[in-house]
Each structure stands twice: as C-alpha cells, then as structure tokens.
C-alpha cells in the first residue's frame, strides 16, 4: 500500500512506524549514524511534491539540507551518494548530542509528562520553552544553541520546540518555508488536526496562530492555502 494513502498526516508517524513500512536491514543504521555523527535530530516533514508525496525525514545542519530521506517499501530502489562533512570532529558532535538529550531529559522528566492531561502538558512545555530556550537572530541553528548555546535562530528554535514536544508527549512537526521572503522555519501543533501553528521567535508565551494568521503576516510554505482553506 502506498506510504501517503497510510499516513496521508497530519498526524505524523512514529519512528517505528517509518522502520516497518521501509522493512530495510540499513534503515535504522543510517539514521542512527547521521544522528550521532553530525549531532542532529530527523525531521519529519510532509511533503506535497508529486515526485514524493507523503512523509519524508529531513537532516539539516547549518541552515543547510544534509539529506532527505523518502519511505519506499519494495519495488526499486535508488541510491544516491552522498557526501556529509562538518567542521567539528565526530567525538564533539557526539558530546554535543550527548550533552542535549541529558539537558532536555532533566528539564522533562521530573514533570513527568505521561501522567499529565494533554492541555497540561501543552502548558508545561511553553512554560519550559518560556524559562531554558534562548532565542538569538543571528544565533546558531541546532537545539544545542538554544538550551546549551548563545542562542538560536528559527531553525534552532523550531528544532528545540521538536525536541522538547516529543520529550512532553505534544505532537508537533517541524515547518520550512518564508517569512517576508526570508528563510524561516517554525512548527505546527498535530492534536488539533494541524489548526494551530507555533513561532518561537514571534512569541514563546503559548501563542498558537492559524494558517490564515501566518500568510496574513506573511508567512509562505508549501500547502499554505490548502491548509487554511480546510481548517476554515
């Protein structure tokens, strides 16, 4: 069956879900190994485009695409080579990594987020956002300049606001696209069919907005005005 007829979103599938559907012996090493060699978190990101409709997993690095991973089970497959390389050495990356997830771990765990009611743990993750994310415009772009770092710009803050929310139990996915023509990511909430949007640095206090408010403020991404006209 085909990946988008499974997961048309926008809730989006797990990692585990991802794993069976492709049912390859080095689908789980790659990503593990992009993971902790380059310090990253995937992305999952639904695409429209009509040569890969559906989910994909997205590495980014540096305001700049690593890969793009697209699901396929059977069939014939297409390998492409590709080259990853990275100012830091693999040991400092992996510390980084290491060091992030710990963070992230001690600032959610004592909430203990699987006890809690899905507006309360909504609550306690902007209040988290609110007290341990920096935001910095000319700041880094990973999680670990904005909870370890000197801040970061919106792609650091949309991939914290990814981390933290998976950690709190809230579903959300990453968004990529424009603001006034500029390169600018953010995240859309899942519980509520996709209405609700979130920009950290617009507003870290809890503000969601709609697709309508984001392309009134002239926000641009692939499936906008499809997205608002559905939810209207």
């Not at 992305?43 to 305001?63: E, F, L, P």
């Not at 830091?88 to 909430?111: F, G, H, I, M």
Request: glycine fraction near 10%.
């Amino acid at each position: 069956m085909d990946w988008n007829a499974i997961y048309p979103g926008p809730e989006e599938p797990t990692a585990e879900q991802l794993s069976a559907y492709v049912s390859h012996p080095l689908w789980e090493p790659l990503n593990r190994w992009i993971c902790e060699a380059y310090s990253l978190s995937p992305i999952y990101s639904y695409s429209n485009c009509s040569m890969g409709r559906g989910w994909n997993v997205k590495y980014r690095s540096g305001g700049k695409a690593l890969c793009t991973l697209y699901p396929a089970s059977g069939g014939q497959q297409r390998i492409v080579e590709i080259l990853l390389t990275c100012p830091e050495d693999t040991q400092a990356l992996r510390q980084k990594s290491d060091d992030l997830q710990s963070t992230a771990d001690a600032l959610v765990l004592p909430l203990r987020p699987h006890q809690l009611s899905p507006s309360a743990r909504q609550a306690e993750l902007f209040s988290l956002v609110r007290e341990h994310v920096r935001a910095r415009p000319d700041g880094g772009s990973t999680a670990w300049d904005a909870l370890l770092g000197d801040g970061a710009d919106s792609e650091g803050l949309a991939l914290t606001f990814q981390l933290l929310s998976g950690k709190m139990e809230v579903g959300s996915v990453l968004v990529e696209g424009t603001l006034n023509g500029e390169p600018h990511f953010w995240n859309q909430l899942t519980a509520d069919g996709g209405a609700h949007y979130v920009d950290l640095t617009r507003d870290a206090s809890g503000t969601t907005y709609s697709a309508a408010d984001l392309l009134s403020l002239g926000y641009v991404w692939e499936g906008a005005e499809e997205n608002a006209e559905n939810l209207n």
